[in-house]
């Protein structure tokens, strides 16, 4: 689900209205959402490394924006249209000629999938959507995210998913694989440009990084929806993770906890057994972004001077 869903006035406490004249923070944050639209369009693809050959003149990047935010709005979809715009800022980085898909793990009802899908009709790109159409898989033990009572939550069919897709986005960009991830992931093949993980659980991004990160090219991108929780984050930046399974240093995360910088009014923090987002502490704050790696960025510190040597140079984005 989106981190800033809104919250309701009626659970601020009453320190917080005023008598014959009340605001309500949800209100406020969806007039403001309205409002920045053209200035987050402007700021976001005001990108001078997207591909000249994808024609993306300011007519088109600001229709690309205004469609996104429409069907964000329809659907109320659990990602934000900002974070899809920073995605397609990304992925119109890559030229034409690139061989390489979009992937999406985790679609829900499919709003994401429509926005995603929209930018990849641009690009002339493949999204290729993994869920299980099932809902949240049980718990496995050791998950800190996971749920025994969230079996099955944000379940909707394959059916549904599509129908959403063909009435918002463009069904024919879409590949959609049904099954769990553990199942499903092994058997991808083909280059990956860009990959969307909204999966939740602990284990589900275990299965995503493992099967997916070898397929990225060189300057492919992970974004995650799930950016707010640092210890979920965390796989990111974790050397004995990294070592393990790919023997190299962690790539790290860009917006670990607050989200990337796209106009939104959000510094946390986030509470691991309270809401995500809004509420009664913090009513005006909305979190409506993205955290996203590359494959060829590093998290790793290497510098020690009190050793006196410098170990673990490794080149990468300074």
């Known amino acids: 689900m989106e981190a800033g869903s809104a919250g309701s006035w009626t659970d601020l406490p009453k320190s917080r209205r005023r008598r014959g004249f009340s605001i309500d923070p949800a209100r406020v944050a969806r007039w403001l959402d309205t409002i920045s639209l053209p200035f987050v369009i402007f700021f976001v693809l005001s990108d001078r490394a997207i591909h000249p050959a994808y024609g993306m003149s300011w ?11 429409r069907i964000n709005r329809a659907m109320r979809a659990g990602t934000s249209w900002r974070a899809v715009l920073v995605m397609a800022s990304k992925l119109l980085q890559f030229p034409p000629g690139q061989r390489g898909v979009v992937v999406e793990c985790g679609c829900w009802r499919g ?19 993994y869920d299980s159409f099932e809902g949240l898989p049980e718990a496995c033990p050791g998950d800190e995210m996971a749920v025994p009572s969230a079996t099955g939550l944000f379940r909707a069919s394959l059916l549904e998913v599509r129908a959403n897709v063909r009435k918002y986005g463009e069904v024919n960009r879409c590949t959609f694989v049904k099954g769990w991830f553990e199942d499903t ?28 990160w070898p397929w990225l090219v060189d300057t492919g991108y992970v974004f995650l929806d799930e950016y707010l929780v640092l210890s979920y984050c965390g796989l ?23 989200g ?7 510094v946390g923090p986030y509470q691991r057994h309270g809401r995500i987002g809004s509420s009664a502490q ?37």
């Open 59 to 69: 007519y088109r990047k600001f229709r690309l924006g205004w469609r996104l935010f």
């Open 111 to 129: 709003g994401a999938t429509a926005m995603l899908s929209v930018v990849c009709d641009i690009a002339d790109r493949q999204l290729i959507v």
């Open 185 to 212: 992931l092994p058997g991808h093949e083909g280059e990956i440009l860009l990959a969307y993980l909204d999966v939740d659980y602990q284990k589900s991004l275990h299965d995503c990084v493992t099967n997916l």
């Open 236 to 258: 990111f930046w974790s050397e004995r993770w990294w070592q393990t399974h790919f023997d190299r240093q962690p790539p790290g995360l860009i917006g670990a906890g607050t």
């Open 260 to 266: 990337v910088g796209v106009g939104q009014f959000w």
């Open 282 to 318: 913090r009513p005006w704050q909305r979190a409506h972004s993205t955290g996203y790696t590359r494959k060829d960025f590093s998290g790793y510190w290497g510098f020690y001077p009190d050793t006196g040597t410098e170990s673990g140079q490794v080149s990468g984005q300074k």
